[in-house]
């Protein structure tokens, strides 16, 4: 589970990176947004799990 999660942020990471060297500021702003809706997801996840946790 935390080895996929880790995968997982070290390729939003690199996406982060990457996207202003690879394409034009239109681009960017696109990939740079999914970027921002997939932390939110992973970040909501992670709380529906510790929230679970907490009331198991």
């Given at each position: 589970m935390h080895?996929?999660?880790n995968i997982v942020v070290n390729s939003?990471?690199?996406t982060v990176y990457n996207c202003p060297r690879k394409y034009?500021?239109?681009h960017m702003g696109l990939?740079?947004?999914v970027?921002?809706?997939a932390?939110?997801?992973i970040q909501t996840?992670?709380?529906c799990?510790?929230?679970q946790q907490s009331i198991d």
């Open positions: 080895r996929s999660d939003l990471l690199n034009q500021s239109l990939c740079c947004s970027v921002l809706i932390r939110l997801t996840v992670f709380e799990e510790r929230v």
